[in-house]
């Protein structure tokens, strides 16, 4: 019997904005023209392969900005330099940019939440199932939730920065376990991530992996409560 299912975030409850209104949306939060010459989806493309939070990886990380993008989910403070220094490599119409891209993912207002999120956890609450969010990341993921409508319907939240573990370590996964008071046997773990997701097994989690879906489209994540 499963007696608890726990989530990953990104790709999984909800992913980040649009990469267009990403940038939109960080360059009016600092006053910056991107001009109507039709450059900023090639400028929005480009920073995303440099690397944004939430995904995807960057192609090619800088031996400058190598360190801290490597500690980034374990410290807030290499998170941020991490992400800045990968934002600061692309060329920008104004240096403040790179800061106000990596800002709008602190907020919820930088993320979507799938359509079937709420719901699935609103059923698995229904029918005496634990929740909880486990995430690799490097800053407090609890605002952004709350903003989304998630947190209040999670049991627990367990970020990797806090614990001192990063996904697929164990040591994550057992805390999560521990944060909802369920056996490892009696919890199931959902994300969409094979090789951090898909650690869980090493904690003897049973693993449902749904790759990931576009910002606004059901995620699939019916497939959950078929198996609780």
Same mark, same amino acid.
């Given at each position: 019997?499963?007696? @608890?299912?726990?989530?990953?975030?990104?790709? !999984?409850? $909800?992913? =980040?904005?649009?990469?267009?209104?990403?940038l939109a949306g960080a360059a009016a939060s600092v006053g910056v023209d991107l001009g109507g010459?039709?450059?900023?989806p090639a400028l929005a493309a480009e920073l995303e392969v440099a690397g944004r939070p939430g995904g995807p990886y960057p192609s090619h990380v800088p031996e400058a900005v190598a360190a801290d993008y490597a500690a980034r989910?374990?410290?807030?403070?290499?998170?941020? @330099?991490?992400?800045?220094?990968?934002?600061? !490599?692309? $060329?920008? =119409?104004?240096p403040r940019l790179a800061v106000a891209l990596y800002e709008r993912t602190l907020a919820?207002?930088?993320?979507t939440?799938?359509?079937?999120?709420?719901?699935?956890?609103?059923?698995?609450?229904d029918r005496g199932v634990a929740t909880a969010a486990v995430s690799n990341v490097g800053f407090d993921l609890r605002p952004v939730l709350?903003?989304?409508?998630l947190l209040e319907h999670?049991?627990?939240?367990?970020?990797?920065?806090?614990?001192?573990?990063?996904?697929?370590? =164990?040591a994550i996964f057992a805390a999560a376990c521990t944060a909802v008071g369920v056996a490892p046997a009696d919890t199931l773990m959902v994300?969409?991530?094979?090789?951090a997701d898909g650690g869980a097994a090493d904690a003897g989690i049973r693993t449902l992996l749904l790759p990931m879906s576009r910002a606004g489209e059901d995620h699939g994540l019916a497939a959950v409560l078929a198996l609780v």
């Open positions: 019997m499963v007696k @608890a299912v726990l989530f990953d975030v990104a790709g !999984t409850l $909800a992913m =980040p904005e649009a990469r267009d209104a990403w010459d039709g450059a900023a989910d374990r410290d807030p403070a290499a998170h941020r @330099a991490g992400y800045v220094g990968l934002l600061s !490599t692309v $060329a920008l =119409p104004d919820s207002s930088g993320w939440v799938y359509p079937d999120a709420i719901p699935t956890l609103m059923a698995l609450r709350a903003g989304l409508g999670l049991d627990a939240v367990v970020l990797s920065y806090e614990v001192g573990a990063v996904k697929p370590e =164990p994300g969409d991530h094979a090789a």
